[in-house]
Each structure stands twice: as structure tokens, then as C-alpha cells.
């Protein structure tokens, strides 16, 4: 008889087989730098302000972009926004930025009008202080596993407002959130971009992974630079997923 073949795994096989290894990698984080150097892995989040020695870490594996976050002033941790000196810091080592709005996102209570257009509001503020350039994206998160038709009226709701704010200022709007959250968004056009969140149980999270529509894709929370850090895979080796400068 002639040897079976065996079919080449699909990519979200390939996914959900790298996801996993990030996970148990991040749970000896601990112990010592976990970073990671693959073709599709170009770019990397990060909740506290960057160093020059990370950034030289960061080129070092192949990253190609920071992604830090806008936040309001009441930071939900310290040192979480995205500041001048920090952004030309980045700028200068030659890596893009990516920026993310999330101020307890978290929370469904964050997920309102009044709440869109404050957070719309006080992005376009750190926009301008990070001289961000038109056409570059602002993502905001939905860090949670929402599914009832009310509680993505009140999402949308909430993108309503922020689409309301951002309209003329030439930036693009992003989710970050699941893949039932981001199809949700991009079909009633509300977002443009999507990052997928790395938990794989929220919900579509494989069914909106093989549709290939997002542009980033959270791994799990590891350790490397010294610093707690999640990768992110892109889609393609030269993405663009409304990163600037670099």
C-alpha cells in the first residue's frame, strides 16, 4: 500500500499550537527571559515606558514595533501612558509605534456614550502630544469575553461615539478585543482594524483567526527584557496595522 500523506496543518492549528507554547513558556516566566525570535512576530505591547537597553533587545529578535497605551490621567498603573520623551525615545531607535486607548476597559461598565467620547476625547489629546500622523491607528480595548446582544449594543454604542470624536482628525480607529467583538465592529463599520486578544476562549476566536482579517494577534503574557511583555504575530512579515514612525 502507498504511504498516506498527511495534510499539512492549517493555520489556526498553527496558531493555537503557538499560543499554547507562549503559555507555557509565560508560566516560567519567572525564572528567565523568554523572548522569541520568529518571521511573524514583529511587534510587541508593553504597559510600562520602554528603555533604550529593551529597545536594543526588542531589534535584537527581529521586533519591529511598540505598542504602548493611551490612558487618562488617572492611569489604571503608573506610568501606562504613552509620553513625548518616551515616544522620541522609540522614534530615535528606529522601531514604529502602535497605540492602544484602555482606561478598566476591562470593566462593562466602561462601555457607554459618555465614556466613548471622553476616551475618543483624550486620545486625540495624546495624539497630538506624540505628534501621531494622520492616517496611523488608534485601537481601543474590549478586554472581555462579551457576547449577549446587549452587551455588544452597549460596544457599539460606546465605537458609535468614538467614531464620532475621531471623524475628521484622519486617525484610523481599531478594536482590540475577540473575534466575535471585532466582526461585530468591522461589519457595522465602526472599526477598521482588528487585533485579536490572546485568550482563545472568548468567543470566535478561531472562526475570526481563519478569516484573516485582523492585523495583530496577542500571545500570551511572557517575560523577556526583564519586563512582562505579550508578542504579537502579524499579518504578513511587512503588516501595516496603523503603526507610525520607525
Not at 518571521?39 to 511598540?66: R, W, Y
Request: proline share 5%; aromatic share 10%; net charge neutral.
Amino acid at each position: 500500500m502507498p504511504a498516506k500523506k498527511c495534510a499539512p496543518p492549517s493555520p489556526v492549528s498553527s496558531v493555537t499550537a503557538l499560543i499554547a507554547a507562549f503559555a507555557v513558556w509565560a508560566s516560567t516566566a519567572h525564572a528567565t527571559d523568554l523572548c522569541v525570535r520568529d518571521p511573524e512576530v514583529q511587534a510587541v505591547d508593553s504597559s510600562a515606558p520602554v528603555t533604550e537597553s529593551f529597545l536594543d533587545q526588542m531589534k535584537a529578535i527581529g521586533v519591529k514595533t511598540i505598542i504602548r497605551y493611551y490612558d487618562h490621567e488617572g492611569e489604571t498603573l503608573p506610568g501606562k501612558t504613552l509620553r513625548r520623551a518616551e515616544r522620541d525615545t522609540i522614534v530615535m531607535s528606529g522601531l514604529g509605534i502602535g497605540v492602544v486607548f484602555q482606561h478598566r476597559n476591562n470593566k462593562f461598565a466602561s462601555f457607554t456614550a459618555f465614556r466613548g467620547r471622553q476616551d475618543a476625547e483624550r486620545s486625540l489629546i495624546l495624539a497630538a502630544e506624540n505628534s501621531q500622523p494622520r492616517g496611523s491607528a488608534i485601537y481601543f480595548g474590549v478586554d472581555g469575553a462579551w457576547s449577549a446582544p446587549n452587551e455588544l449594543v452597549n460596544i457599539m454604542t460606546y465605537f458609535q461615539e468614538v467614531n464620532t470624536r475621531l471623524a475628521g482628525s484622519g486617525y484610523r480607529v481599531g478594536v482590540y478585543g475577540s473575534g466575535l467583538v471585532c466582526n461585530t465592529l468591522l461589519a457595522n463599520r465602526l472599526a477598521e482594524l482588528c487585533w485579536l486578544a490572546a485568550p482563545t476562549n472568548w468567543p470566535d476566536f478561531s472562526a475570526w483567526y481563519q478569516t484573516r482579517r485582523w492585523k495583530l494577534v496577542q500571545l500570551p503574557t511572557t517575560w523577556c527584557g526583564g519586563r512582562s511583555v505579550d508578542f504579537n504575530l502579524t499579518n504578513g512579515r511587512e503588516a501595516e496595522y496603523g503603526q507610525f514612525g520607525g
